[in-house]
């Protein structure tokens, strides 16, 4: 050890000294004596550590205190806290994918605060059941005649399977043994159910005659797996749904469509690839499964719908108490799903929609105006670049969406990744891309508001 650093750490005060401070004396108060020497400790060690590496120049007392206010702070701070996404990825399942449509704010402050009828008949005066509100709804929108809601699509596919698979067997396209992420994998989910697999065809081709070919007393059921995270392309084939479902009506089994995103609007007009639209697949299959929180844009869940005999089965599956969703994703995905009665609202009140649609014209506007902002801030460049944003969550695998990036690059010693990364760290974490010395920031995510906010947090970090 320098000479310099045995100074530094004989000045270091110690606990007893600083429980003497007038200052943190009055921290005992708000936080308590044993909370507040946990927190000078803490500050104390960590201040040694970096003497110890040669970070400190001089034993800064003001700097140690605040550090002890900090600690103390950042207990009551929460852990899960809004961030700002500047990823340009609209269904961004680390940052919490769909964000709930700003209009039923109200609704659900009144039902997450106050009693609700969640599991009550206020007409027969009797218990009723929590998935009678979302019934007619989605009997509406979809077509099918009954529905039940669990904790996510994951869960609707687990509970689907194990009522309809246990102790069979399940026919699935070996071009459909899709993994979703987070090792969910439909081959496990079948005989975590109880139930055998049974492939057929090949990864490219599956014939309609392979699933005739299988089917036999044994059978529970034929799945159909939308592969929306990955595309088979080139020399293909498969039967249709239409074509399953008239299968499995012969054979009087069940055929379950696992469509995992779930939409109920052609975006195609918008520029995307068709994909498989909920109230057509409710029309070709017995039971259809798909998820709250993808391009439905509400809250996180699993919708099973179909068949009014098949899903009095599931509500009597054991596993659903397991799996059943509380009444604060029950309200939000009423909610969300009434907007849908409006078609010509749904677009502007559907975040995760309206982001997906928002034209070029208007993202160029945006980032224009973003630009002209940031450039107020010294030693920066910053200026707009055509780029592209994904939609995310698994869906429209192989599409990027065409956008306007904001690119911040700077003189001298200027280093992205130390800006990305105080950025990241900040009073509302900014999440950009980082790429060639420069960050970027995609305003196709970006909320109202936010423009000012990135501003405010580069301008200090420029200034530090
Ligand atoms: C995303 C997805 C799931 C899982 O849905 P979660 O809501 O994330 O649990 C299941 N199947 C398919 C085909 C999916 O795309």
């Known amino acids: 050890m320098e000479n310099k650093e045995r100074e530094l750490l004989r000045q270091l005060p110690s606990v007893n000294e600083l429980l003497q401070d007038s200052e943190v004396k009055s921290l005992f108060t708000i936080n308590g004596l044993e909370r507040t020497?946990?927190?000078?400790?803490?500050?104390?060690?960590?201040?040694?550590?970096?003497?110890?590496?040669?970070?400190?120049?001089?034993?800064?007392?003001?700097?140690?205190?605040?550090?002890?206010?900090?600690?103390?702070?950042?207990?009551?701070?929460?852990?899960?806290?809004?961030?700002?996404?500047?990823?340009?990825?609209?269904?961004?399942?680390?940052l919490g994918r769909s964000l709930l449509s700003p209009t039923i704010r109200n609704y659900l402050n009144e039902i997450m605060l106050s009693y609700s009828n969640l599991e009550y008949d206020l007409h027969k005066k009797q218990r009723g059941l929590r998935y009678q509100h979302v019934e007619k709804i989605l009997q509406e929108l979809t077509g099918a005649e009954d529905a039940v809601i669990v904790n996510n699509n994951a869960a609707a596919v687990m509970l689907v399977l194990d009522t309809f698979g246990s102790n069979k067997e399940v026919i699935v396209s070996r071009g459909e043994l899709v993994e979703i992420g987070g090792s969910f994998r439909i081959p496990a989910?079948?005989?975590?159910?109880?139930?055998?697999?049974?492939?057929?065809?090949?990864?490219?081709?599956?014939?309609?005659?392979?699933?005739?070919?299988?089917?036999?007393?044994?059978?529970?059921?034929?799945?159909?797996?939308?592969?929306?995270?990955?595309?088979?392309?080139?020399?293909?084939?498969?039967?249709?749904?239409?074509?399953?479902?008239?299968?499995?009506?012969?054979?009087?089994?069940?055929?379950?469509?696992?469509?995992?995103?779930?939409?109920?609007?052609?975006?195609?007009?918008?520029?995307?690839?068709?994909?498989?639209?909920?109230?057509?697949?409710?029309?070709?299959?017995?039971?259809?499964?798909f998820s709250g929180d993808k391009l439905l844009g509400g809250p996180q869940?699993?919708?099973?719908?179909?068949?009014?005999?098949?899903?009095?089965?599931?509500?009597?599956?054991?596993?659903?108490?397991?799996?059943?969703v509380d009444k604060m994703t029950l309200a939000a995905l009423e909610a969300t799903l009434r907007i849908y009665l409006n078609p010509e609202k749904v677009?502007?009140?559907?975040?995760?929609?309206?982001?997906?649609?928002?034209?070029?014209?208007?993202?160029?506007?945006?980032?224009?105006?973003?630009?002209?902002?940031?450039?107020?801030?010294?030693?920066?460049?910053?200026?707009?670049?055509?780029?592209?944003?994904?939609?995310?969550?698994?869906?429209?695998?192989?599409?990027?969406?065409?956008?306007?990036?904001?690119?911040?690059?700077?003189?001298?010693?200027?280093s992205a990744t130390r800006v990305e990364k105080l950025l990241r760290e900040g009073e509302v974490p900014i999440i950009s891309r980082l790429e060639h010395n420069s960050i970027f920031f995609d305003v196709r995510t970006l909320q109202a508001g936010e423009d000012e906010e990135i501003y405010h947090q580069l301008s200090n970090i420029m200034e530090e």
């Open 347 to 414: 677009l502007e009140q559907i975040p995760t929609l309206r982001m997906i649609s928002t034209s070029e014209a208007l993202l160029a506007k945006r980032a224009k105006k973003l630009v002209a902002k940031l450039n107020k801030i010294a030693n920066i460049e910053v200026t707009m670049e055509r780029g592209n944003s994904q939609v995310g969550g698994g869906s429209f695998p192989d599409y990027l969406l065409p956008t306007f990036l904001v690119r911040v690059q700077g003189e001298g010693t200027w």
């Open 189 to 289: 989910i079948i005989t975590k159910g109880g139930g055998t697999l049974r492939e057929v065809g090949a990864t490219n081709k599956t014939h309609l005659r392979d699933y005739q070919a299988a089917i036999n007393e044994q059978t529970g059921a034929i799945l159909k797996v939308h592969t929306s995270n990955y595309r088979i392309v080139g020399f293909t084939e498969k039967p249709s749904a239409e074509e399953l479902y008239q299968e499995a009506l012969k054979a009087n089994i069940p055929m379950i469509n696992d469509l995992g995103s779930g939409l109920f609007l052609d975006l195609s007009k918008y520029g995307l690839p068709k994909e498989p639209l909920i109230q057509d697949a409710v029309a070709t299959s017995d039971i259809v499964t």
């Open 301 to 324: 869940a699993g919708i099973i719908a179909g068949k009014k005999e098949l899903i009095e089965k599931i509500k009597h599956n054991q596993l659903l108490r397991a799996l059943r």
């Open 37 to 94: 020497k946990k927190a000078i400790k803490q500050c104390i060690g960590e201040t040694r550590q970096q003497i110890l590496v040669g970070r400190v120049n001089a034993i800064s007392r003001k700097k140690l205190l605040a550090n002890i206010n900090q600690y103390l702070k950042n207990r009551e701070a929460p852990s899960l806290r809004r961030v700002i996404n500047a990823t340009g990825v609209v269904l961004h399942t680390n």
